[in-house]
């Protein structure tokens, strides 16, 4: 979840950030709760990425779809290692 705070002199929500200027990336995927191994089933799991802007009032303001694709081991590979929790 993101949320904004908007301190005195701080930014607003107007302004864009150019997240491909920071090389910004983020991964998503479904584990085996058993198993653990990856799960890429698309029978089961469909991935629909959307961005939601929600306004002080808890009200959704806007919905972006965004756009995705399957990694290859190449772009998985500049991710950092993964966590488990």
């Known amino acids: 979840m993101v949320s904004q705070y908007l301190a005195e002199n701080g930014r607003g929500n107007s302004e864009t950030i150019d997240l491909l200027g920071f090389n910004f990336n983020i ?13 890429h ?8 990425p959307f961005m939601e802007e ?16 399957k990694c290859s081991k190449e ?11």
């Open 27 to 39: 991964a998503f995927g479904v584990r085996d709760t058993n198993s653990k191994a990856p799960r």
């Open 41 to 48: 089933d698309p029978d089961y799991v469909e991935f629909v």
């Open 54 to 69: 929600i306004n002080m009032q808890g009200i959704i303001v806007s919905s972006t779809p965004l756009g995705f694709s």
């Open 75 to 85: 772009q998985y590979a500049k991710f950092s290692p993964v966590v488990d929790s």
